[in-house]
C-alpha cells in the first residue's frame, strides 16, 4: 500500500472497530457480511486467509452470527498497519482467540508458505492496495476448490471522489492517475488513497490467475426518503433506466473459486 494509506490507517486505527460496528452510517457492510456467513458455513473446518484483517472486528461480527467451530477453524490475519494488529491479536470470542497467527506485511507480499481454504479480503482493501498484481500473489494461497470472497468499490463511486478533491493530499502525496483518488474520512479527519477499476478488469485479472467468478454482487445503499438499508443482487451495470437509478452503488463483491 502507499505512504498516504499506512499513515492515514495509522491515524485511523483508533476509530476503525467502532466504523466497522456502525452499521447504520455503513449499511453494505451487513449485506456482504450475510453472504460471507453462508459460504463460511457452507465450508467447514476451514483454514481462512483474512486480507486486510484490521483490527479483526469485521471477522469477528462474522463468526458470531454464523456456526463456525473456532476450535476447528484456523484463521491467519495479514495488515500491514501494526496499530490495526496490536488490536487483532487480543480479538476473542467465546474466549478463543480468532487469529492462530499474525502477519504484519503489505498485501502484495504474502508469504506463500501456507494454502488455504478461504481467502478474505473485505473493506475494499484491493482498492487502497491499489496495484491489481496482488491478485498474482493470493491466487497461489487459494487450494484447488477454495474460495477467494473479495470486494472493491464500484466504479459508480468515482462522481463522489470527484466531487470531493483533496488538493492538499495531492500537494504533499503527489498527483495521481486517472482512476486513483485521495479521500478523508469525517470520522477522525484520516485519509487514504483509492484505486477504481471496471468490472470487465477485475474479472479479467481474475481470470487470468484461474480464478473463476462464480457469483458477483452490486452492494447497493437506499438513499430514498424514509428507508435506509442496503441490498445485494446479481451484478449488472448501473446505468439511468435500470431499477439501480435510485441507489448509490457502493461495492462489488465476487466469490471466486480456483478450478
Known amino acids: 500500500m502507499t505512504h498516504?494509506?499506512?499513515?492515514?490507517?495509522?491515524?485511523?486505527?483508533?476509530?476503525?472497530?467502532?466504523?466497522?460496528?456502525?452499521?447504520?452510517?455503513?449499511?453494505?457492510?451487513?449485506?456482504?457480511?450475510?453472504?460471507?456467513e453462508a459460504?463460511?458455513?457452507?465450508?467447514?473446518?476451514?483454514?481462512?486467509?483474512?486480507?486486510?484483517?484490521?483490527?479483526?472486528?469485521?471477522?469477528?461480527?462474522?463468526?458470531?452470527?454464523?456456526?463456525?467451530?473456532?476450535?476447528?477453524?484456523?484463521?491467519?490475519?495479514v495488515d500491514f498497519c501494526l496499530p490495526l494488529l496490536e488490536e487483532a491479536k487480543d480479538k476473542?470470542?467465546?474466549?478463543?482467540?480468532?487469529?492462530?497467527?499474525?502477519?504484519?506485511?503489505?498485501?502484495?507480499?504474502?508469504?506463500?508458505?501456507?494454502?488455504?481454504?478461504i481467502i478474505l479480503c473485505l473493506f475494499s482493501v484491493l482498492n487502497n492496495v491499489g496495484d491489481l498484481m496482488a491478485v498474482n500473489t493470493w491466487a497461489p494461497l487459494l487450494r484447488k476448490d477454495g474460495l477467494l470472497i473479495l470486494d472493491v468499490l464500484h466504479p459508480g463511486?468515482?462522481?463522489?471522489?470527484?466531487?470531493?478533491?483533496?488538493?492538499i493530499l495531492e500537494k504533499r502525496f503527489g498527483k495521481t492517475e486517472q482512476n486513483v483518488f485521495y479521500y478523508r474520512r469525517k470520522t477522525d479527519n484520516s485519509f487514504g488513497q483509492a484505486t477504481i477499476?471496471?468490472?470487465?478488469?477485475?474479472?479479467?485479472?481474475?481470470?487470468?490467475?484461474?480464478?473463476?467468478?462464480?457469483?458477483?454482487?452490486?452492494?447497493?445503499?437506499?438513499?430514498?426518503?424514509?428507508?435506509?438499508?442496503?441490498?445485494?443482487?446479481?451484478?449488472?451495470?448501473?446505468?439511468p433506466g435500470t431499477t439501480h437509478e435510485k441507489a448509490w452503488p457502493n461495492s462489488i463483491l465476487f466469490i471466486c473459486t480456483k478450478p
Open 197 to 239: 477499476w471496471s468490472f470487465d478488469i477485475l474479472a479479467d485479472t481474475l481470470q487470468a490467475n484461474n480464478l473463476a467468478i462464480k457469483e458477483a454482487y452490486d452492494i447497493l445503499t437506499f438513499r430514498s426518503k424514509g428507508r435506509k438499508g442496503a441490498l445485494a443482487r446479481p451484478y449488472k451495470d448501473n446505468t
Open 92 to 117: 476473542e470470542l467465546n474466549g478463543r482467540k480468532i487469529y492462530c497467527d499474525l502477519i504484519h506485511t503489505d498485501a502484495k507480499d504474502i508469504p506463500n508458505e501456507k494454502q488455504f481454504d
Open 157 to 167: 463511486v468515482i462522481p463522489h471522489f470527484l466531487k470531493d478533491k483533496e488538493p
Open 39 to 77: 459460504k463460511l458455513q457452507e465450508r467447514q473446518p476451514l483454514t481462512i486467509l483474512d486480507i486486510g484483517c484490521g483490527t479483526g472486528e469485521r471477522l469477528k461480527m462474522i463468526l458470531e452470527r454464523s456456526d463456525i467451530d473456532l476450535n476447528k477453524a484456523k484463521i491467519t490475519g
Open 4 to 36: 498516504c494509506n499506512l499513515e492515514g490507517y495509522t491515524i485511523h486505527a483508533k476509530q476503525m472497530s467502532r466504523r466497522v460496528r456502525d452499521r447504520k452510517s455503513h449499511p453494505e457492510l451487513s449485506a456482504i457480511d450475510r453472504i460471507v
